[in-house]
């Protein structure tokens, strides 16, 4: 895995960062999600879990699934360790979303998780990476 984003915010004098790690061939089964050449990313782990539909509405869209999987305090602010996997929109990220629901405590899987799991349509939408990240990190942490 390759770290492939470090967004920064400021909030209230303290620093916020969302460190991205994505998950290659990513599939969900009863442990968790596999990925890469069979490595596992255990439900148990899996602290909180965001996504949205990224790109634009009339061109090239994918939805994309953030778990955070640790938030670590530091002197500096807050990290959320992040890793992402992605899908195009449609069954595959319908059936993504229910495997995130059913394998993580429910209050972990964010409103639009439940809301693609259950109508297959994402309730965020966002035009590019850096917005979506810069929502996710307003959202997990005060």
Do not use: N
Not at 39 to 57: C, N, R, T
């Amino acid at each position: 895995m390759r770290d492939t984003s470090l967004l920064q915010l400021a909030s209230g004098g303290h620093r916020k960062r969302y460190r991205v790690e994505r998950l290659p061939d990513a599939k969900p089964c009863a442990q968790g999600i596999l990925f890469g050449g069979g490595d596992l990313l255990g439900w148990e782990v899996i602290q909180s879990a965001v996504v949205a539909e990224v790109g634009e509405p009339e061109g090239v869209c994918a939805v994309i699934f953030d778990l955070v999987v640790d938030r670590l305090a530091s002197p500096e602010g807050v990290v959320f360790e992040v890793r992402r996997l992605d899908t195009e929109p449609g069954e595959l990220a319908m059936e993504m979303a229910r495997a995130i629901e059913r394998g993580l405590v429910s209050e972990a899987a964010s409103p639009s998780i439940k809301s693609l799991a259950a109508e297959g349509i994402s309730s965020q939408r966002y035009h590019d990476l850096e917005e979506f990240e810069a929502a996710a990190l307003e959202s997990l942490a005060p």
